[in-house]
């Protein structure tokens, strides 16, 4: 098989997966589709060295793990701009999430960058600790201490009425 029909069959197989966890890290429909189409290039320039295909998802979820965290250090994206209008849009419906945890999913994504990182590689990719450490490049001990941390973090921040 060639390389271009490899990447396409992998894509199409995995994409909608991709695009889920994508949105999982940054919260947002546009941003998702952005770092994924970021993350999707850049394993294709590196598709001839990824030797063990079945390792392929890990070194995706690293490449978006590292691109979003990247981009949060970036100076532009702080910067402000001023306009006389404010642009009227359409509301985002996401398809990844059927209401069951609208309100889980509006408290995780107050945790800091970090913690949700470990949050959806843990509960919502369904990773083990060691998976999740090695995607976030981190000892298994803090993922351990980071979960257990935002996993409390949660509890305080759901009101009664949402358990």
Same mark, same amino acid.
């Not at 409390?152 to 358990?163: N, S, V, Y």
């Given at each position: %098989?060639?390389?271009?029909t &490899? ?13 889920r ?12 589709? &952005? ?14 060295? #990824?030797?063990?295909?079945? =390792?392929?998802d ?5 490449? %978006?793990?590292?691109?979003?965290n990247?981009?949060? /250090?970036?100076?532009? *994206? ?8 404010? $642009?009227?849009?359409? $509301? ?6 059927? @209401?069951? @945890? ?5 408290? #995780?994504?107050?945790?800091?960058r970090?913690?949700?990182?470990? #949050?959806?590689? *843990?509960?919502?990719?369904?990773l =083990? ?5 090695? #995607?976030? @490049? ?6 351990? =201490?980071?979960? =257990? /941390? ?6 305080? /921040?759901?009101?009664?009425?949402? /358990?």
């Amino acid at each position: %098989m060639d390389r271009d029909t &490899d990447f396409t069959a992998y894509l199409e197989a995995r994409q909608a997966r991709l695009l889920r966890t994508a949105y999982l890290l940054t919260g947002d429909q546009h941003q998702a589709e &952005d770092l994924l189409q970021t993350s999707l290039a850049k394993l294709y320039l590196a598709w001839d060295r #990824v030797r063990d295909r079945g =390792s392929v998802d890990a070194y995706v979820r690293r490449i %978006m793990v590292n691109e979003n965290n990247s981009l949060w /250090r970036r100076g532009w *994206r702080r910067r402000e701009t001023a306009t006389d209008t404010v $642009p009227e849009t359409a $509301p985002v419906h996401d398809r990844y999430d059927e @209401g069951t @945890g609208s309100a889980v999913w509006a408290v #995780v994504q107050t945790l800091p960058r970090k913690a949700r990182a470990v #949050v959806v590689l *843990r509960y919502y990719e369904q990773l =083990s600790e060691a998976e999740t450490a090695d #995607v976030l @490049g981190i000892s298994v001990g803090t993922v351990k =201490s980071q979960c =257990s /941390r935002a996993l409390a973090t949660l509890r305080d /921040r759901i009101g009664e009425e949402e /358990r």
